[in-house]
C-alpha cells in the first residue's frame, strides 16, 4: 500500500517562507513522477509544481499570482521524500497543500487525473 504523508504547513505572515515535505512509503518512490497541488476554499484543486523520475526536470503553475519564481519542487530519493520550498508567500497562497504521485510524464504532470496516490494535505495559512 503506498502512502503519501505531507508536513511543514502552518501560518506564516506574507513575505515569510514554508518548507512543506511529503514523505512516501510503500512504493518504487524513485520511478515516480511528483507533484504538488493545492485546493483553497470554495475552489477547485490547482496544479502547482512537479519534478520528473530523474529529478532533472521541474515544471510550475502559469496562471495569475504565479508561484514560478517563488516556489521551488525538489526531491530526495535517498529519504524517498519531496519538497515544495515556498518564499514571498501571500495570502492567495492560502490553501491546503497536497502532493501527488504518478507514472507520467512531465508533459502531462498538470492533469491531477494522471496521477495515481495522493496525500491527505497540509494546511497553509498566510495573514496579511
Known amino acids: 500500500q503506498v502512502q503519501l504523508v505531507e508536513s511543514g504547513g502552518g501560518l506564516v505572515q506574507a513575505g515569510g517562507s514554508l518548507r512543506l515535505s511529503c514523505a512516501a512509503s510503500?512504493?518504487?518512490?524513485?520511478?515516480?513522477?511528483m507533484g504538488w497541488f493545492r485546493q483553497a476554499p470554495g475552489k477547485e484543486r490547482e496544479f502547482v509544481a512537479a519534478?520528473?523520475?530523474?529529478?532533472?526536470?521541474?515544471?510550475?503553475?502559469n496562471y495569475a499570482n504565479s508561484v514560478q519564481g517563488r516556489f521551488t519542487i525538489s526531491r530526495d530519493d535517498a529519504k524517498k521524500t519531496v519538497y515544495l520550498q515556498m518564499n514571498s508567500l501571500k495570502p492567495e497562497d492560502t490553501a491546503v497543500y497536497y502532493c501527488?504521485?504518478?507514472?507520467?510524464?512531465?508533459?502531462?504532470?498538470?492533469?491531477?487525473?494522471?496521477?495515481?496516490?495522493w496525500g491527505q494535505g497540509t494546511q497553509v495559512t498566510v495573514s496579511s
Open positions: 519534478i520528473s523520475r530523474s529529478g532533472g526536470m521541474t515544471y510550475y503553475a
Open positions: 510503500g512504493g518504487a518512490f524513485s520511478t515516480w513522477l
Open positions: 501527488a504521485a504518478g507514472p507520467q510524464g512531465l508533459s502531462l504532470a498538470q492533469e491531477q487525473t494522471q496521477y495515481s496516490y
